[in-house]
């Protein structure tokens, strides 16, 4: 099991920037696949980013180029950076970590941080 807490969401500017963290409560090795979703008002919960466990990474096409995903392994934490923010990208944000399990797999989420990009 892990537990995930994120924090760094906010009010910001369009073209602004944020920085998210989430930091989990076991070594970030240990965890396969550790990223980030989101969900807009009235919308389903999007991919983001994730990097795996072997540092590989993903990003859906809308933020590539402006989000940076990475990772301080002595804080157990994830971070995503965000540049060049728009009103688009207003949304819950979510961490997610996948756990391999005895036959399986377990999939976890933080409570979410609200990012409001608004003038």
């Known amino acids: 099991q892990v537990q995930l807490v994120e924090s760094g969401g906010g009010l910001v500017q369009p073209g602004g920037s944020l920085r998210l963290s989430c930091a989990a409560s076991?070594?970030?090795?240990?965890?396969?696949?550790i990223g980030w979703y989101r969900q807009a008002p009235g919308k389903q919960r999007e991919f983001v980013a994730t990097?795996?466990?072997?540092?590989?990474?993903s990003y859906v096409d809308s933020v590539n180029g402006r989000f940076t995903i990475s990772r301080d392994n002595a804080k157990n934490t994830v971070y995503l950076a965000m540049n060049s923010l728009t009103p688009e990208d207003t949304a819950v944000y979510y961490c997610?970590?996948?756990?391999?399990?005895?036959?399986?797999?377990?999939?976890?989420w933080g409570q979410g941080t609200q990012v409001t990009v608004s003038s």
């Open positions: 076991r070594s970030i090795f240990s965890i396969n696949v």
């Open positions: 990097m795996s466990k072997d540092g590989s990474i």
């Open positions: 997610n970590a996948v756990v391999e399990l005895g036959g399986g797999y377990g999939y976890y």
